[in-house]
Nanobody, 119 residues
Framework: QVQLVESGGDLVQAGGSLRLSCTVS???????MAWYRQAPGKRREFVAS???????NYATSVKGRFTISRDNAKSTVYLQMNSLQPVVTAVYYC??????????????WGQGTQVTVSA
C-alpha cells in the first residue's frame, strides 16, 4: 500500500511564499508526480506535474508563481508557491499521475496539507 504524506501548509499573508513537500512510501523514479488542490465547496483540481526526467506542466492559473520539483532519491515532490493570494486557499494533495490518461495512480490519497492565504 503506497502512502502519500503531504506537509508544509500554513496560514500566510497575501504576497507570501510556502514550500510544500510530499513524501511517498515507495520509489517515485518511474512515475510522473503531480500536485492537486481542493478548495472548500469545489472539486479537486490539477495544479502541476513533473515527469521522471523533470519535464513540468502547470495549470494556467499557477504558471509563473508555482514551481514543482522532485528528489527521486528521497521519494519526495515539492511545490514552491510564491506571490500567494487568497484565491489559492485550499487543501493540497499529491499523487502519481498517468501522463497518458491523466488518471491518478495511487487510490488512497494522503491527508493533504492546508494552505490558507489571508488578505
Amino acid at each position: 500500500q503506497v502512502q502519500l504524506v503531504e506537509s508544509g501548509g500554513d496560514l500566510v499573508q497575501a504576497g507570501g511564499s510556502l514550500r510544500l513537500s510530499c513524501t511517498v512510501s515507495k520509489s517515485i523514479f518511474d512515475f510522473t508526480m503531480a500536485w492537486y488542490r481542493q478548495a472548500p465547496g469545489k472539486r479537486r483540481e490539477f495544479v502541476a506535474s513533473a515527469t521522471s526526467d523533470g519535464t513540468t506542466n502547470y495549470a494556467t492559473s499557477v504558471k509563473g508563481r508555482f514551481t514543482i520539483s522532485r528528489d527521486n532519491a528521497k521519494s519526495t515532490v515539492y511545490l514552491q508557491m510564491n506571490s500567494l493570494q487568497p484565491v489559492v486557499t485550499a487543501v493540497y494533495y499529491c499523487n502519481a499521475l498517468d501522463p497518458h490518461t491523466w488518471l491518478t495512480e495511487v487510490p488512497d490519497w494522503g491527508q493533504g496539507t492546508q494552505v490558507t492565504v489571508s488578505a
